[in-house]
């Protein structure tokens, strides 16, 4: 009973630095502080795996996010310098109709989630997956394992690799 | 074991992410701020396929391999999309997107 009380509280905790952070990083001003506040919403996701019991998705997505790409912003942002975003009015119409589409967006989907109702799982389970299957379903060749996706993966990160390489080095 | 937390709670969640980053994506002008908001958007599909794999189908690993398989292609696609800033930043001096008139010099 303490426990759920706790797990509760753990996840409304989680949520709502999900939904502060997110909705921060997109409305203010200085984009190193947006950069600041997108890394609060991952660390809050890899929060929400771990909540989930998938600690290996949470230790992936804390390495290749908050390790990688969020240094790439980092460092992105500190080489434009761009920290003056240019002065444009609060309350254009633009972003009057962009917060309305949000919104509805949001409302609409609240709505469809809240009402739809979802197909009944006879064994749910809350269980942590063992590393060993996680290893054998990634290296494997049968159905529903990923070694082709995995190795098209690899050639993705080398070609982009490359192509990060050719596209930003000085041209002398 | 029974669940705590019910799936709709996550999803709303996720939600408000997804039009968080929406609402950016349309407003921002800067390239790096729009990229920060595709992020969002990126991430919180992750959050939809880890939870629908955890709650709808508990024996399968599908949601959560596409999860990890996502999340190394935004990886990539964050990596060129910042060299392409850099090299827009080193021709016009500027990464607003009013700017971007033409992408060659």
């Not at chain 1, 006879?122 to 942590?128: G, H, L």
């Not at chain 2, 964050?78 to 090299?87: C, E």
């Given at each position: 009973m303490q426990d759920a009380i706790l797990l509760k509280f753990v996840f409304y905790f989680l949520a709502a630095v999900i939904a502060v952070f997110s909705v921060m990083a997109v409305t203010t001003r200085r984009i190193l502080r947006a950069a600041t506040y997108l890394l609060f919403v991952l660390f809050a996701t890899a929060g929400l795996y771990f909540f989930l019991n998938y600690s290996f998705l949470g230790a992936?997505?804390?390495?290749?996010?908050?390790?990688?790409?969020?240094?790439l912003y980092i460092f992105s942002i500190l080489l434009t310098s761009t920290d003056k975003e240019s002065k444009s009015p609060m309350f254009s119409l633009r972003r009057w109709l962009a917060l309305l589409a949000s919104i509805g967006g949001i409302c609409l989907v609240s709505f469809l989630l809240l009402t739809n109702v979802w197909p009944?799982?006879?064994?749910?389970?809350?269980?942590?997956?063992p590393m060993k299957l996680i290893g054998k379903t990634l290296m494997g060749t049968e159905k529903g394992q990923f070694l082709l996706p995995f190795e098209v993966m690899s050639v993705l990160l080398l070609a982009c690799m490359v192509g990060g390489i050719l596209i930003a080095r000085k041209r002398g | 074991m029974e669940h705590i937390i019910p799936m709709e709670y996550y999803l709303?969640?996720?939600?408000?992410?997804?039009?968080?980053?929406?609402?950016?994506?349309?407003?921002?002008?800067?390239?790096?701020?729009?990229?920060?908001?595709?992020?969002?958007?990126?991430?919180?599909?992750?959050i939809n396929f880890a939870v629908f794999n955890r709650f709808l189908f508990p024996q399968h690993l599908e949601g959560m391999f596409f999860t990890l398989f996502s999340i190394g292609v935004s990886a990539a696609e964050?990596?060129?999309?910042?060299?392409?800033?850099?090299?827009?930043?080193?021709?016009?001096?500027?990464?607003?997107?009013?700017?971007?008139?033409?992408?060659k010099d």
């Open positions: 992936v997505q804390l390495m290749v996010y908050a390790g990688g790409v969020i240094i009944t799982v006879y064994e749910p389970s809350t269980a942590e997956v | 709303v969640v996720s939600s408000i992410m997804f039009f968080a980053g929406i609402y950016g994506f349309i407003t921002r002008k800067n390239l790096i701020a729009v990229l920060i908001s595709v992020e969002l958007v990126l991430t919180s599909t992750d964050t990596a060129v999309a910042i060299a392409i800033i850099i090299n827009i930043y080193r021709n016009i001096k500027s990464t607003e997107v009013r700017n971007l008139k033409n992408l």
